[in-house]
Nanobody, 115 residues
Framework: QVQLVESGGDLVQAGGSLRLSCAAS????????MGWYRQAPGKQRELVAA???????NYADSVKGRFTISRDNAKNTVHLQMNSLKFEDTAVYYC?????????WGQGTQVTVSS
């Protein structure tokens, strides 16, 4: 069974912080690297951060130094700590495997940054 549940999105002022969480089904999480993706209105979905099973991370240039991805292998969760948020970070944020292995997306969580 494949399941992804994202949470933690909110309306925040520019310069603020948010912490997103994603709960994934067991096998989906334990066997894969995971990523956080986002989709802004009128734009394609993009990868912003990824983490391997062993904890190696990489980030899109647009969020490097501001976002931190982490995973809790015991709880099958992946988090995205977002600091120094900018208006252009406004999007629906999703988690999924990296690379994508399933034709499935959760409902996402909305992040809105006011300028």
């Amino acid at each position: 069974q494949v399941q992804l549940v994202e949470s933690g999105g909110d309306l925040v002022q520019a310069g603020g912080s948010l912490r997103l969480s994603c709960a994934a089904s067991g096998s989906m999480f334990s066997m894969n690297a995971m990523g956080w993706y986002r989709q802004a209105p009128g734009k394609q979905r993009e990868l912003v951060a990824a983490i391997t099973r062993g904890g190696i991370t990489n980030y899109a240039d647009s969020v490097k130094g501001r976002f931190t991805i982490s995973r809790d292998n015991a709880k099958n969760t992946v988090h995205l700590q977002m600091n120094s948020l900018k208006f252009e970070d406004t999007a629906v944020y999703y988690c999924n495997t990296r690379p994508l292995r399933y034709d499935y997306w959760g409902q996402g969580t909305q992040v809105t940054v006011s300028s």
